[in-house]
């Protein structure tokens, strides 16, 4: 149980374009869904914490506009990097969570931005 | 504010020996505390947790940790490493008193030779 999933797992796309990442928890319902940014032999930092059906809590220096959050059910929050450039190339994951503890983590996606 | 320290950016072992890797914290309140391992290009992993009673933690794959409160420490082991095992390991610590948030450290790489 508790299996998050992730999509696409990869994307490239041309500078200048939008990508959503859509983040579903398969089999449970999760209050909360978290993502995070993961550059090469990097940690992870996490971006926002979303809940559903209301706004998402951006950390400092992640610019709201840029990295849309919707978290529209129990089981979909979906990530969009909005007029995306090289310097957005990265390996995104979310997670979900349905207490105050623990956490599940999706398989990431990787993007590349040309 | 909460952190998480791993001083070790690799460790390199031989395969049957143990294997130990290290992490400390700092939280203003009482942790709670994880250990999450990932193979390239994947999401975390979840290998164990603390959050309350004994010290020592049994988690997957023959790993556990013990939590030390007095050295804040938090350090992951297994007596026989495989080859398998070589991979990125991360620690990571909640706080509830810090907006609950999940703070991971560095990450520290595990090679182990056969």
């Known amino acids: 149980g508790a299996v998050v999933s992730q999509h696409p797992s990869w994307v490239i796309c041309k500078s200048g374009t939008s990508v959503k990442i859509e983040c579903r928890s398969l089999d449970f319902q999760a209050t909360t869904m978290f993502w995070y940014r993961q550059f090469p032999k990097q940690s992870l930092m996490l971006m926002a914490t979303s809940n559903e059906g209301s706004k998402a809590t951006y950390e400092q220096g992640v610019e709201k506009d840029k990295f849309l959050i919707n978290h529209a059910s129990l089981t979909l929050s979906t990530l969009t990097v909005t007029s995306a450039h090289p310097e957005d190339s990265s390996f995104y994951i979310c997670?979900?969570?349905?207490?105050?503890?623990?956490?599940?983590f999706g398989p990431g996606t990787r993007l590349t931005v040309l | 504010a909460q952190s998480v320290a791993q001083p070790e950016d690799q460790v390199n072992v031989a395969e049957g020996n143990p294997l130990t890797v290290k992490c400390t914290y700092s939280v203003s309140g009482n942790p709670y505390l994880f250990w999450y391992v990932q193979y390239p290009n994947r999401g975390l992993q979840f290998l164990l947790k603390y959050i309350t009673g004994d010290n020592l933690v049994k988690g997957s794959y023959g790993f556990e940790a013990e939590f030390n409160k007095s050295q804040t420490s938090f350090h992951l082991k297994k007596p026989s490493a495989l080859v398998s095992d070589s991979a990125l390991y991360f620690c990571?610590?909640?706080?509830?008193?810090?907006?609950?948030?999940?703070?991971f450290g560095g990450g520290t790489r595990v090679l182990v030779k056969p």
């Open positions: 997670s979900a969570g349905t207490d105050s503890i623990r956490e599940f």
């Open positions: 990571a610590v909640r706080d509830k008193a810090a907006g609950n948030k999940l703070t």
